[in-house]
C-alpha cells in the first residue's frame, strides 16, 4: 500500500460546533488511515506560516483572527491518492458552491467559516506536516480491511 499522506485540520469552528467526530468518521469510513492525530490551538506565528501563501490577500487578517479562535483538530491521513481524495471530500472553498455530500457542501454556509482544511498537493502536505507535527508522534500500523481496500 502506498504511503501517501496529507495534511487535514477541523478549523475552531469545527470543533466549538462538535463536528470532529463526524469529519473523522468520514474519513475513517472511506478508508483513509488516520497515521497522527492531535488537538492544537493554533497560535499566531504558527498560522502565519501555516498561511503564508495568502499574506497580503483582503481575507488574509480575518482568516488569522479565524484560526486562531479556538482549538483546532489536526490530522495525518494515509492512503493512496489520499491529496486528492482528501479535497474531493472536503469540497470547494466556499461552502455556497461546495456540492451537497461533502464536508463543507454539508456542514457550512461561508468561506470564512468552512470548518475544515486540507492539502492542495503532496508538496504543500510534505510541508504542513512537517509545521504540525513531529516525527514521534507519525504512527505505522495495519488496518484490518487494509486487504479489502486495495489490490
Ligand atoms: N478564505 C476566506 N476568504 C476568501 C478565501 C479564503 O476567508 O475569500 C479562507 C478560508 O477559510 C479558506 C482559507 O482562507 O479555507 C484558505 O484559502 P484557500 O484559497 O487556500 O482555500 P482552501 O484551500 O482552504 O479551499
Ligand atoms: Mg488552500
Known sequence: MSGERTFALVKPDGVKRGLVGEII???ERKGLKIVAIKTIRITRELAEQYYSEHIGKPFFDGLM???TSGPSVAII???KD?????????????PVQADLGTI????????GRNVIHGSDSPVSAE???????????LHDYVRADEGLLYD
Open 25 to 27: 468518521g468520514r474519513f
Open 65 to 67: 483572527n479565524y484560526i
Open 77 to 79: 491521513l494515509e492512503g
Open 82 to 94: 489520499v491529496v486528492p481524495i482528501v479535497r474531493k471530500m472536503m469540497g470547494v472553498t466556499n
Open 104 to 111: 463543507r457542501g454539508d456542514y457550512a454556509v461561508f468561506t
Open 127 to 137: 510541508r504542513e506536516i512537517a509545521l504540525f507535527f513531529r516525527k514521534d508522534e
